[in-house]
């Protein structure tokens, strides 16, 4: 008689962009039940948005911290050599008896986030993984709550561009869309201000950064001085004239 094949199951779980209230339900539960928590950092020694976020909702310390390359766009070695490590945690994990591993992940694991390239990575070496994902809000979803801003009304549109493809993409997105969202923006904050006067949408562009937590900065993106962090949003709302005037 065969020996049972183990159950392996790799979850990413959006956490939310950082305020440990739009945490969901499940999310909490998937946390709890796991048999080991990642989180991605920068440093292995400096606590991450997501494990702080992840530590405020769980009773054990199955914690760990996974570090990746996030800011390094143009180091593909170091990308890779990070997505790799954090695969042989998994892996190790699994080793040790774990059956499901959890990775904690800010906003939303399927948007924009390094859960991808984890689960694409355990898949190639643990073919038989069950990959699974719990969503989470994300930072535009935030930032229209926390400014008052309505992302959508009826026929209109909605583009999500990532500033690190250029502001070339920031503009080619206010020209064919109603309501433009900008992510990872800091380095380019002067470039983007530029297409938006350029395009006449500066009035009612809308900046954030860190979302619901201390140092929290929410207001209009023309109003906003100094430097601005990698994790940024940049919104710009649909114009609208009257009530209804989109359905």
């Known amino acids: 008689m065969s020996a049972r094949t183990p159950t392996r199951i790799l979850v990413g779980v959006g956490v939310g962009p950082g305020d440990p209230e739009l945490v969901t339900v499940k999310a909490v539960r998937v946390l709890q039940r796991a048999d080991v928590v990642l989180v991605p950092v920068m440093d292995a020694g400096e606590q991450g948005h997501a494990e702080a976020t992840v530590r405020a909702h769980l ?61 694409q990575t355990v898949r190639s070496r643990l073919p038989d993984v069950t990959v699974e994902s719990v969503p989470g809000i994300t930072a535009m979803q935030d930032l229209a709550a926390r400014s008052g801003t309505v992302l959508c009304e009826g026929t209109e549109t909605l583009a999500l561009v990532p500033l690190t493809a250029g502001v070339e993409r920031l503009r080619a997105a206010l020209e064919s869309a109603d309501t433009v969202v900008a992510y990872k923006g800091g380095r380019h904050l002067d470039d983007m201000l530029q297409v938006l006067r350029d395009a006449d949408r500066l009035a009612d562009a809308v900046y954030g950064e860190r979302l619901g937590l201390p140092g929290e900065e929410v207001g209009p993106v023309d109003e906003h001085t100094g ?21």
Do not use: C
């Open 59 to 119: 009773d054990h310390d199955r914690v760990r911290r996974a570090v990746f390359a996030l800011n390094e766009r143009q180091d593909t070695p170091r990308r890779e050599a990070a997505w790799e490590a954090a695969a042989d945690a998994v892996v190790a994990a699994y080793d040790d008896g774990a059956e499901t591993v959890a990775f904690a992940t800010i906003g939303d694991p399927n948007v924009y986030s390094t859960f991808s390239y984890l689960a």
């Open 227 to 247: 430097a601005a962090p990698y994790l940024s949003t940049l919104m710009v709302p649909a114009r609208r004239d009257r009530r209804g005037g989109k359905l």
